[in-house]
């Protein structure tokens, strides 16, 4: 949610600076995601003289912008602008959000400064075009006499907070804080005589599904363009003007954080608005123009014959205003959240309005905003207000609450007396009566004194716990986990490599590994359609890794993972070898039955050959497959201490990107000292550059034949730039300096 | 010697992490990555009717289940096995319907952790979280308490670390709400505990510099052969 700084301050007072200000709504729980400046130094209201196409580009276009009595060339890309047009003109030096203004040459053409959009200036989200000023702008003034600056807060609000969803809201939490008072203008009306009553009449079928609707009457309004300081406000919020009285409604909202609407009441059948839902069989043309149907879970508001809103979530466009309308009714309610969350699901349609009432709104609060929005709607639109609310108000409960504080300070662990939990709470808006409390009646997220604890401590200052050690416990608790880990550990002592798969498989992949769908378990909203299976083993997982890493020979790799069934989820251990595997899946089996004593049928081994390994795209001679239900196979088997331990390395690995282009590869084979570890020689490759992404030993032979106490050994190498294709002579440079390297370090002579 | 294989990213920043819960007794426990509705949402205090239930994208199964979306799936499960005081670390898969990017993934791992005793408090919360942050990042690390709401911690936190030059998000944290200790079994006025989830791929990657979480379910030996 956006948050003007100014807009804040007629809430409430405060001198904090941008960075003050977002630490303190870090630390009550309304997170900072984007600070945003509003200024416009440097920036001009400038005048369109001259349009011209731009010599080399068809998209760019040559603008002749004048202000303060000189003329700018500007390559400017957007076309929504005329000769005479107001715009706002960045020039050299002027600092449009992250950048600086630069006089550039744009395609052959210099360019001095830059035609900003709405979005650019930090105004609202419109980036389709320039910002097209109103002609009343006086060419030559900054633009900071148009705009004033100002800060904007991006936060996130927290699903169990609907009341920070407004500038009035975040004051509140601020003036918990500062201390200083939210500030609230009581509203006089000027109105008439006549009644509200008179003319309209308010029927709520059931007060559960709302305990509360306000309507009030306004007659006589002109529909205008919204003044100024009503289209910035707007846009600060990245939203679009319409008119004055809807502009004003949607104002309220992000002022007050109430939703409001106006209905045209001349388009009020018989001037009767009846609160209950749809009957099964209506429809609606909700004002974004989409059509749609009702269902008897929708609560609307209706006139005598049909639906002309859909309660708390979006107007029609029956009723909605237009620029003929005179009489207005202000709509001011409370739904129940249950029944707009239903709506919001059923319609797949969330507003600013939805998003609030499902989050709870103020109920005392309603009557307010409903003046204020008629007090500023005469204000901007004229019309006289007619005199009283029409519907019913509600009754509102009273839910007292024990505060609890010596349960506090042990929760907290913090020495706070009672006198200060008290006044945090009502700085709060709580009501205190001796050991009780009251929540205000914007807040719906407090029911036990836990809730309390959270209030105190957020307002109080977590900073101001210090932590304390836990108690140990002496017992080493040990599950099957350390099993799995010491079997992983097993498994790569014998050269294997661990991979993990994911758990999802497409119906191509249920026939390629002749699975019968029906006995998988089934996702209803996969994110691909193809992939709506879960996976019921493990090797098919490990076929597609082989397919995917052609370049690797041997490929000797395991997985160990959960599998499902209709019936039941288990834990699986697969391995797959390629023919060239230094280890035989006999030996891996052995291995694994001799150091865990599983037995040799509780493996299911399958070996493929090249016509089979086809469908999979694996061009090797063979592969064999082994997996068993390892959940199974330990479940009544008890095991020694040592094999419920497993190893953790202390050294860091350095990772590198791998790169999305070709890479160039190489073959080197080199004659060095028999005891010279292939992993360090790796080691020495790797560190001459970054663009060598891969060093596989793939033959290793000693013989006296190579010189006393040495031997052969060689690498495939594999060269790569992250952000470019390798040129054969660029690898060809990176092949002679690991043989300078290996020459220097190793003394090692180059095979060829 | 026939050359050693290769672990995953993900198997050898879990047992770096677990090691430290190891030492202080904690029991590793594991729950299902297909689990009920009401494990995975009800049981930990996010009800259906309730918009904090938006905040995760789930995948629903066909019989009405669902894949896990966190591993607090957990909390209530191992709550009802055993009798206080309770120390267990949950590994697991879990899962998301959200598109995916270089940041976001359908599959993520999380590690989480609950403590539930008598007279635990947020004093003993953060001594846990610094802990275990110092351990992976280093005793120099800048920390931050944030307060943020999870609806099955009353209060609830989120942790920051100071990380090239700005605050980056780390964990998930807070003090096991009465409700959920309740649907447990276990009575609030009695005992108390905290309860704290970590995104592991995350960490993976801001450890080793990788700028791509899809990477993890590759399958691309030349990524896991560099672990």
Same mark, same amino acid.
């Given at each position: ?163 920070? &969803? ?67 406000? &707007? ?87 237009? !620029? ?168 790569? !002592? ?228 992250? !952000? ?29 | ?52 239930? *938006?905040?995760? *994208? ?101 942790? *920051? ?49 990788? *700028? ?16």
């Amino acid at each position: 949610m956006l948050i003007s700084k100014n807009w804040l301050k007629k809430h409430t007072k405060f001198g904090y600076s941008d960075s003050e200000l977002a630490d303190i709504l870090n630390s009550t729980g309304s997170e900072v995601e984007e600070i945003k400046k509003v200024s416009f130094d440097k920036i001009f209201v400038a005048t369109v003289m001259k349009i011209e196409k731009h010599k080399n580009a068809d998209k760019l276009k040559v603008v002749d912008a004048a202000t303060g009595g000189k003329s700018y060339k500007i390559v400017c890309g957007a076309d929504n602008y005329k000769i005479g047009d107001r715009v706002a003109l960045a020039k050299v030096g002027a600092k449009v959000g992250d950048f600086e203004i630069k006089k550039t040459k744009i395609r052959g053409v210099d360019s001095e400064g830059m035609l900003c959009s709405e979005k650019e200036l930090g105004l609202g989200n419109d980036h389709a075009g320039i910002l097209i000023l109103s002609p009343e702008e006086k060419e030559g003034d900054g633009l900071n006499k148009v705009y004033e600056k100002d800060t904007i807060f991006d936060l996130d609000i927290t699903p169990n907070r609907g009341d920070c &969803l407004s500038h009035l809201g975040m004051a509140r939490e601020i003036s918990a804080i500062s201390t200083e008072k939210v500030m609230r203008e009581p509203i006089s009306l000027e109105k008439s005589s006549k009644k509200a009553s008179d003319v309209i009449k308010v029927d709520v079928k059931r007060d559960e599904d709302c305990p509360r609707y306000f309507a009030r009457v306004v007659e006589g309004v002109s529909i205008a363009p919204s003044p100024k300081w009503l289209k910035n406000a &707007l846009s600060k919020m990245g939203l679009k003007s319409i008119n004055n009285v809807v502009d004003i409604t949607n104002y309220i909202l992000y002022d007050l954080g109430h939703p409001l609407h106006a209905f045209d009441m001349d388009k009020i059948n018989k001037n009767r608005i009846v609160v209950r839902r749809a009957s099964g069989n209506e429809s609606i043309i909700s004002l974004d123009g989409e059509k749609r149907s009702l269902t008897r879970e929708e609560l609307v508001i209706a006139d005598d014959k049909k639906p002309i809103a859909i309660a708390g979530i979006i107007g029609g466009e029956n009723s909605q205003v237009s !620029d003929d309308t005179t009489n207005i009714v202000i709509e001011g309610a409370e739904f129940d959240r249950k029944v707009i969350r239903k709506s919001i699901k059923n319609l797949n349609l969330n507003t600013e309005a939805s998003y609030r009432f499902e989050r709870g709104v103020d109920s005392k609060g309603i009557e307010h905003a409903i003046n204020k929005a008629a007090k500023l709607i005469s204000e901007v639109a004229g019309g006289v207000i007619l005199s009283g609310v029409v519907g019913p108000h509600g009754e509102h409960s009273e839910n007292w609450l024990e505060i609890e504080p010596d349960n506090i300070r042990k929760y907290l662990d913090l020495e706070i007396n009672d006198e200060q939990i008290k006044s945090i709470l009502s700085r709060l808006g709580f009501s205190i009566s001796e050991n009780r409390c009251m929540p205000p009646s914007f807040r719906h997220d407090i029911e036990v004194w836990q809730d309390l604890s959270e209030e105190v401590g957020r307002i109080h200052g977590y900073d101001n716990i210090t932590p304390k050690p836990i108690k140990k416990s002496s017992d080493k608790a040990l599950s099957n986990y350390n099993l799995f880990e010491n079997i992983k550990d097993t498994l790569v !002592d014998a050269g294997l490599v661990e991979v993990y798969n994911y758990s999802f498989l497409s119906k191509g992949d249920t026939e390629v590994f002749k699975i019968k769908s029906s006995s998988l378990l089934e996702v209803e909203n996969p994110l691909q359609p193809e992939n709506k299976y879960l996976r019921n083993n493990l090797s098919s997982g490990l076929l597609k890794t082989i397919s995917k890493n052609a370049s690797f020979d041997p490929i000797e790799i395991f997985e160990i993972g959960q599998v499902f069934s209709k019936s039941k989820e288990s834990t699986s251990l697969a391995m797959a070898l390629t023919n060239k595997s230094e280890i035989s899946s006999e030996e891996v089996i052995s291995l694994l039955s001799d150091k865990y004593s599983f037995g040799s049928r509780e493996f299911k081994i399958t070996e493929l050959f090249s016509e089979e390994l086809k469908p999979y795209k694996i061009k090797k001679k063979s592969v064999t497959v082994i997996e068993t239900d390892i959940s199974k196979a330990i479940a009544k088997r008890r095991f020694d201490k040592k094999l419920l331990s497993y190893k953790v390395e202390k050294k860091g690995k350095i990772y590198r990107k791998i790169s999305k282009y070709p890479s160039v590869s190489r073959d080197i084979a080199v004659i060095v000292k028999k005891n010279i570890k292939p992993e360090e020689i790796e080691q020495t490759i790797y560190s001459i550059s970054d663009q060598i992404k891969r060093v596989d030993c793939f033959d290793e032979f000693a013989s006296d034949k190579f010189g006393k106490g040495m031997k052969n050994i060689a690498f495939h190498l594999f060269f790569q730039a992250d !952000d470019k294709t390798l040129l054969d002579e660029e690898g060809d440079k990176i092949f002679s300096s690991i043989v300078n390297k290996l020459e220097n370090k190793y003394k090692a002579k180059l095979r060829t | 010697m026939k050359k050693k294989g290769n672990l995953h990213p993900i198997t050898l920043y879990f047992r770096e992490a677990l090691k430290l819960f190891e030492e202080l007794g904690f029991e590793v426990y594991s729950s299902p990555e297909v689990d009920t509705e009401w494990y995975n949402f009800d049981a930990v205090n996010v009800p259906g009717d309730h918009p904090s239930r *938006d905040v995760q *994208d789930t995948f629903w199964l066909t019989d009405k289940r669902v894949l896990r979306t966190h591993t607090s799936n957990g909390q209530v499960r191992a709550g009802k096995e055993k009798k206080p005081p309770i120390r267990v670390v949950i590994p697991g898969r879990c899962f998301r319907n959200e598109s995916t990017d270089a940041r976001h993934e359908t599959t993520f791992y999380q590690l989480e952790c609950l403590y539930i005793d008598r007279d635990v408090n947020i004093g003993n919360l953060f001594w846990m979280l610094e802990n275990f942050i110092k351990k992976m990042f280093g005793d120099e690390i800048k920390i931050r308490r944030r307060p943020h709401h999870y609806s099955f911690v009353e209060p609830g936190f989120d942790i *920051d670390i100071w990380f090239k030059g700005k605050w980056l998000e780390v964990l998930g944290s807070g003090m096991v709400h009465p409700k959920v200790l309740k649907n447990m079994g276990i009575d609030p006025e009695k005992y108390s505990g905290f309860a704290f989830g970590i995104g592991i791929d995350r960490m993976v990657m801001l450890k080793y510099g990788i *700028d791509d979480i899809r990477q993890f379910y590759s399958g691309d030996l030349r990524f896991i052969k560099q672990f």
